[in-house]
């Protein structure tokens, strides 16, 4: 699993750092930090978590679009 940037960036268009997605979860910022760098697979009800407070669905930050492509 590599780097999560695009939960990254959208934190980042949100104006929130990782602290306060972290928070807005209810998971501690760590956590948060592990999930981006792709060191942590989030449970599927945090995923939704993560996804409800920035606004996107699952595949727009979750799906990993190489493995989309090869097939």
Do not use: H
Not at 7 to 22: F, S
């Amino acid at each position: 699993m590599g780097k999560n940037l695009r939960i990254k960036a959208a934190r980042a268009a949100k104006d929130m750092t990782q602290k306060d997605l972290a928070d807005a979860v209810g998971v501690a910022r760590q956590t948060m930090n592990a999930i981006e760098k792709g060191d942590y697979n989030p449970s599927i009800n945090l995923c939704i978590s993560i996804c409800k407070i920035l606004g996107k669905t699952l595949d727009q930050l979750f799906w990993e679009d190489d493995e989309y492509e090869n097939k």
